[in-house]
């Protein structure tokens, strides 16, 4: 079933200019990419965003590293595209990712993991919503 998720370049990557790298990782494993901005995200749309886990100890940090500079937001799209991403960028912590997923070979830290990507399709739906308009994403 074709599928869209939700999939956020974090302020470590851009900084390092891996956009391309990263990108290539997602086409290359059947994903497109149809939609896609740059923005440096308020600390009110950081906190609205991961308000899921706003109980969670590491929310005030996760909601900080995610300002310290520009993210890229976009939008994928492919068959199963929530699992495929989840499986192309690899566990949460870089030293469980599997060899030649986006946070093994990108990652500077369990925090500073390289991208976020949806966890459901319910959860991409939404976080999809959060940040594009339905007219700016282009299949």
Do not use: W
């Not at 998720?5 to 059947?30: H, M, Q, V, W, Y």
């Not at 906190?47 to 005030?60: A, D, I, L, M």
């Not at 499986?87 to 060899?99: F, I, K, L, Q, W």
Request: a neutral charge; charged letters at 25%.
């Amino acid at each position: 079933m074709l599928e869209r998720t939700l999939s956020i370049l974090k302020p470590d990557a851009t900084r390092r200019n891996l956009t391309g790298e990263i990108n290539a990782c997602f086409e290359k494993a059947g994903l497109r990419i149809v939609a896609q901005k740059r923005i440096r995200l308020t600390k009110e749309q950081a906190q609205k965003f991961y308000g899921v886990h706003s109980e969670r100890p590491f929310y005030n940090d996760l909601c900080e590293s995610m300002l310290v500079g520009p993210v890229v937001v976009q939008v994928l799209e492919g068959k199963n595209a929530v699992l495929k991403n989840r499986e192309v960028m690899g566990a949460t912590n870089p030293e469980n990712a599997e060899p030649g997923t986006i946070r093994k070979l990108f990652a500077e830290s369990i925090q500073e993991n390289s991208v976020h990507g949806s966890d459901s399709l319910e959860n991409a739906k939404i976080e999809i919503g959060f940040f594009f308009s339905e007219c700016e994403i282009v299949g």
